[in-house]
């Protein structure tokens, strides 16, 4: 997965990009750009909810804030998300429970990334409210690998720049998901119902 900007018409939207050993396997746009994001991205919508197959572990992705919206969390789980991606520029340690949580409670591997920046990063004519001073830290970074269990695996990466790996053995999502599964035997379809709208939202349609 990779997080990229994606122009449609004069629109942008905030979107992850999954891939496999076969080369493009779709997107997610992200649902509810974040505060002062709303002057520029676009909303996705229900159709780019989704979470793909890549063969070998099924991928899913929500971008930053998306993380704490629990109704687009238990659609993700429902659709059996194996490897939870959630890239952010959140780097308060409140983001760190977050993600543990979100392991735990979907029994899903949960690979967060967030950037590292300092002010030497930045063009010149900018003036970040944190200062001036070149090395400055913006953006503290924070990413983290975490089990189904909701152990950390690696992490989280801080006070510069770098790559986080983990060996994740896939055999852990049974194991793990045999006393909790959210949307199957721990759930109460009787009592909760969620309804997923999955059509693309379009301003102009042909009939």
């Known amino acids: 997965m990779v997080g990229a900007v994606e122009r449609r018409g004069g629109t942008l939207y905030c979107v992850a990009l999954f891939?496999?050993?076969d080369g493009y396997l779709g997107l997610h746009r992200k649902l509810v750009p974040t505060a002062a994001?709303?002057?520029?991205?676009?909303?996705?919508?229900?159709s780019t909810l989704t979470v793909v197959d890549t063969g070998t572990a099924r991928l899913g992705a929500a971008i930053r804030w998306e993380n704490y919206m629990p109704l687009l969390r238990t659609a993700m789980y429902a659709e059996g998300v194996d490897l939870w991606c959630a890239p952010t520029v959140d780097d308060r340690d409140a983001w760190q429970a977050t993600m543990r949580h979100i392991a735990l409670e979907g029994r899903s591997f949960v690979l967060a990334a967030c950037q590292y920046l300092r002010r030497d990063g930045l063009p010149d004519d900018l003036h970040?409210?944190?200062?001036?001073?070149?090395?400055?830290?913006?953006i503290g970074g924070g990413s983290v690998i975490v089990s189904p269990l909701g152990e950390v695996r690696a992490g989280p990466l801080r006070?510069?720049?770098?790559?986080?790996?983990?060996e994740l053995?896939?055999?852990?999502?049974?194991?793990?998901r045999f006393d909790l599964d959210t949307t199957g035997h721990y759930a109460r379809p009787d009592v909760f119902a969620l309804?997923?709208?999955e059509t693309a939202r379009t301003t102009v349609t042909r009939q």
Not at 128 to 137: L, R
């Open 19 to 21: 891939s496999g050993p």
């Open 37 to 46: 994001e709303r002057y520029l991205w676009g909303q996705g919508d229900g």
């Open 128 to 138: 970040p409210v944190q200062g001036d001073e070149t090395d400055t830290v913006l």
């Open 159 to 166: 006070d510069g720049e770098g790559v986080l790996t983990a």
């Open 169 to 176: 053995d896939l055999d852990e999502l049974a194991r793990a």
């Open 195 to 197: 309804r997923v709208g």
